[in-house]
């Protein structure tokens, strides 16, 4: 069987769906509509000359203060025809919600929750969307760029006051 | 027996939910954690289990306890800076870490790679190979029950670590590969050292297999557990041993070689019945290939320099400085801010001795990389877990956790 092009394949496909297709470094970025993705990752799973048949990683990137504000981005492999394609999936800030594609690349499942933990990206129909690596309590989703970064001031003699009302334990 | 819901715990079931069956609350199957602090996890790993009599119904790994936010991290370090945490993340495999940032640095730059680097990484790489498989077998073959061969392989990983401490000053966390090349050139008693352990350790091999192979006991502790069909193993990302001991021949040194892997002749190991015991065929099978192909960059070690010319991704050596105003400026701006790579996203696949090690780096053209993202295979690999260890019985569990080689400061980062 011979190797379609996958950009002209899914342009083909789903008319609609795709918003950009770019090559840089000879990767394949192929942007799709969130309603699209599951239909696009099943398409590109099971069509003969596409073969997608390997999912090796979903992850997640905040581009804030852009608007789109989050790209999700799957990794998909074909052992068949040995080569790689990057589908990305752009949501915006104040609704990040993407359908999951566990149903069609079970290795999806612990990523998405990833991300969802990390970055509050959620997943429709996700079997377990529940937070993996942080606790279950915790509060808000620290790969995001408007996440506070913790720190303490170090404590000279000049400021030596000032920066020991703040420390937990003067609060007595 | 009581049920959860009749019991003295005064957590939320709603905490269950999912995680157990309806069984489990009405006290048929009983719910058990295993883990964090158990021995054979390997780390912090923590498996809610329900179980029928010995038989695991359910079981449900619950991870992070390991989480520094390594990825976070990498946003507030320069390209360069950033080397060092890689390391940290699977501390069995820091070379092969090392190696599969750097490629995605140098894939994003278009940075190239002198030779004589290309070979030193595809030799380091391999001995950390080694070094990971040796970890593994000790830890799996102790779990299991055979006490001597963990001593045995933790003496000849001493001698590997040697190696590291002699080229990079660290034992483990070498961060010996740059992006561009390597750091400096391996010290002259290198070549024997290595030539040293080619000759030493092939014979170990086959005392450890004289040990295991045909013992009855581990043959039957480790054949038909943990099985895995082959189109299972790919459709929940298995990579590596995992994957190659279900049958699917694909090892990314063959089918994507990266840093001139397909200069080195070797062999691909497969299994035929996707169990336990096929994985540890692999992977014993991988240290004599990795053997061979360090031998083979030991012979064909091409010389010349061991880091890129490219000086506006590479800081020149102290000797040029000196004497070149240009040198010292490239220098001014390579530690003060460090370089800027081209607005881009890249993704580099790396073989790891756990599977695929995947790197996926955001550049937004500044000097802190905007996004870096590793696909670590002890993560891919335990959330498959729960397939291989349902209907098996408590005690088999060990074996096919141990089986999967899970690093969990690899899963967590």
Redesign the interface.
């Known amino acids: 069987m011979t190797a379609l092009n996958p950009i002209e394949a899914l342009q083909a496909a789903f008319a609609d769906a795709i918003e950009d297709a770019q090559t840089f470094r000879g990767e394949t970025t192929i942007v799709v509509a969130r309603e699209a993705i599951v239909d696009v990752c099943r398409y590109c799973r099971d069509t003969e000359g596409l073969a997608y048949n390997f999912l090796s990683d979903v992850t997640g990137v905040d581009y804030h203060p852009q608007e789109p504000r989050f790209g999700v981005l799957y990794h998909l492999y074909s052992m068949i025809h040995n080569r790689s394609l990057r589908l990305k999936v752009l949501l915006p800030g104040d609704d990040p919600v993407v359908p999951s594609v566990t149903e069609v690349y079970p290795a999806a499942n612990w990523s998405e929750r990833e991300i969802y933990d990390l970055l509050g990206v959620r997943f429709s129909g996700h079997p377990d969307m529940r937070r993996i690596l942080l606790p279950d309590d915790w509060e808000g989703h620290p790969l995001r760029k408007d996440y506070p970064l913790g720190k303490e001031t170090v404590q000279f003699s000049f400021n030596f006051d000032h920066v020991d009302q703040y420390k937990p334990y003067a609060q007595e | 027996m009581t049920g959860i819901r009749d019991s003295a715990w005064e957590g939320d079931l709603e905490?269950l939910k999912?995680l157990v069956s309806e069984r489990a609350l009405t006290g048929e199957t009983m719910v058990l954690n295993m883990g964090p602090q158990h021995p054979s996890t390997h780390g912090v790993l923590r498996l809610i289990l329900e179980l029928d009599g010995e038989t695991i119904v359910n079981c449900t790994p619950d991870?992070?306890y390991l989480?520094t936010?390594i990825?976070?991290t990498f946003e507030?370090k320069r390209y360069e800076q950033a080397v060092v945490l890689t390391d940290r993340m699977d501390y069995l495999n820091p070379l092969g870490n090392n190696l599969a940032y750097c490629l995605a640095v140098e894939?994003?730059t278009?940075l190239d790679v002198p030779p004589r680097a290309q070979y030193l990484r595809v030799l380091l790489a391999e001995l950390t190979r080694i070094n990971s498989h040796l970890v593994w077998l000790g830890t799996h073959a102790l779990d299991i029950g055979a006490m001597s061969v963990f001593l045995y392989c933790f003496r000849e990983r001493e001698k590997v670590l040697d190696i590291f401490e002699m080229v990079a000053g660290q034992r483990m966390m070498a961060t010996y590969f740059r992006p561009g090349g390597l750091w400096r050139d391996v010290p002259e008693e290198f070549e024997p050292a290595v030539r040293d352990f080619l000759d030493y350790f092939p014979a170990k091999i086959d005392d450890y297999e004289k040990l295991l192979t045909e013992n009855p006991l581990w043959r039957d502790r480790t054949q038909g557990i943990g099985y895995l069909s082959a189109d299972d193993a790919?459709?929940?990302?298995c990579t590596g041993p995992t994957l190659r001991g279900s049958g699917?021949n694909?090892d990314i040194r063959k089918?994507?070689p990266y840093s001139s892997y397909d200069h080195f002749e070797f062999d691909v190991p497969l299994g035929q019945h996707g169990d336990v015991y096929d994985r540890y065929l692999i992977r014993i099978e991988e240290m004599r290939q990795s053997l061979r192909i360090v031998r083979q960059a030991l012979d064909n070690l091409p010389s010349g320099p061991v880091r890129s010319n490219n000086r506006k991704y590479v800081p020149p050596p102290r000797s040029e400085i000196g004497h070149s105003m240009e040198a010292l400026i490239h220098h001014f701006k390579l530690w003060t801010e460090g370089f800027r790579p081209p607005e881009?996203?890249?993704?580099v696949?790396v073989e790891s001795p756990r599977g695929?090690l995947?790197c996926?780096l955001?550049s937004d053209g500044s000097p802190r990389p905007?996004?870096v993202?590793f696909?670590t295979p002890s993560?891919?690999h335990?959330?498959a877990l729960p397939h291989m260890a349902k209907g098996h019985m408590i005690a088999d569990l060990v074996g096919i956790v141990g089986s999967i080689d899970i690093v969990l400061g690899d899963c967590?980062?």
């Open positions: 905490q999912g991870v992070g989480h936010g990825e976070k507030s894939k994003l278009e790919v459709r929940l990302g699917v694909w089918a994507i881009g996203e890249v993704y696949r695929e995947g996926f955001a905007w996004r993202h696909r993560f891919i335990l959330s967590d980062r």
